[in-house]
């Protein structure tokens, strides 16, 4: 065990899981700007319309989503199926006074049902960032919960909102495909931007390619620039992208 994960091990005993991870939240929120993987956020941010509806897809504690909802007139749904996370991402919806926001405990999928969801532990500390789905079987070590599992274009929340979707943040721990494949009359319809999270295996080059079928163009952030990726399947130097309709 590191120095880093000795201290959360710390701190989480001290405080309690839920206190550390609310804290830590609204240290993210107040950090966010120098965290250089995240330049790509808000790059993201800047290329959303005003006045839209922006949908945080795995919200975790809510530090992005605390950033999606100060662009102008727009409102945010933010989508957080691991219990622990989304009471904290509702306490700090709350503390932070958030009203053009809401957030909805469940998963998004490909089809409507029921999920297995695990927050992993290493070295004996929980992961909640690195939660993700798995299968019944699974004898990974953590917290297991079964979530509920949405498709976005059935939901209601989005149907009845009034607001054109400006944006997408997608960053679900290789579970992405399946949630592009639940909103893709959405995605045609709406055409957002979207930013996704994509780890290089086949999750990565099939959702590139259903974006791409699409007919969105993907980028990545090479020297603060948006740069078109030239050959999706292509290998590139980083897991992050932003696609927009051509």
Known sequence: MNIKQLTKRLLQTTFGLKTYLYCFSIYKIHTLHRDSNEKIMFTFLDLIPNDSL?????????????????????????????????????????????????????????????????????NGVPMQGLSHVTDDTSQEAGYQFTVPVKRLDDLSEIHNNGKRVGGIKIDVENYEYYILQGGIELIRQHKPVICIELWEDQNRARSLALLTSLGYVVYILVNDQLTPLIDNLTDSTTINYICMAA
């Open 54 to 122: 922006i949908l945080d897809i795995g919200a975790n504690l809510g530090f992005v989503t605390y950033h999606l909802s100060k662009k102008q007139g727009c409102s945010v749904i933010a989508f957080e199926p691991i219990p622990i996370n989304y009471s904290v991402l509702t306490r700090m919806m709350a503390s932070r006074n958030l009203t053009n926001t809401t957030a909805l405990p469940y998963a998004l999928g490909q089809e409507s049902g029921v999920l297995t969801m695990v927050m992993p532990f290493h």
